[in-house]
Nanobody, 132 residues
Framework: QLKLVESGGGLVQPGGSLRLSCVASGFNVDRFAIAWYRQVPGQEKRFLSCIDGNAGTGTDYSSAVKGRFTVSRDDAKNTVYLQMNSLKSEDTGVYYC????????????????????????WGKGIMVTVSQ
């Protein structure tokens, strides 16, 4: 069974940092495109970042987080990380990691364009609150 589990969320002050982890089980994370999304109440999930599969290092970021967030992967730990710096109050929300591969296609560009529907395997999410 393919499973993703997020951790590392919590309360942080504006300007602070957090690192989220997404641990995969049941599959090799380096063979999937892995994305991060954020959701706030009453809104759809919004794309934040993605890292290519097939042991690739290609990444993609939304304009809202580019330059502040960094996605990375540790194949030995079967884990993808989202390092979040210079956090703002508007970064508050539930953070989800999601994975997808389709045959030999594992690049983010193939799936991100479809929004959250582009990803088939989702974690349960973790709350991040940025507040004084």
């Amino acid at each position: 069974q393919l499973k993703l589990v997020e951790s590392g969320g919590g309360l942080v002050q504006p300007g602070g940092s957090l690192r989220l982890s997404c641990v995969a089980s049941g599959f090799n994370v380096d063979r999937f495109a892995i994305a991060w999304y954020r959701q706030v109440p009453g809104q759809e999930k919004r794309f934040l970042s993605c890292i290519d599969g097939n042991a690739g290092t290609g990444t993609d970021y939304s304009s809202a987080v580019k330059g502040r967030f960094t996605v990375s992967r540790d194949d030995a730990k079967n884990t993808v990380y989202l390092q979040m710096n210079s956090l703002k109050s508007e970064d508050t929300g539930v953070y989800y990691c999601a994975g997808r591969s389709q045959g030999l296609e594992t690049t983010c560009g193939a799936f991100v364009k479809f929004g959250e529907k582009g990803f088939t395997n989702w974690g349960k999410g973790i709350m991040v609150t940025v507040s004084q």
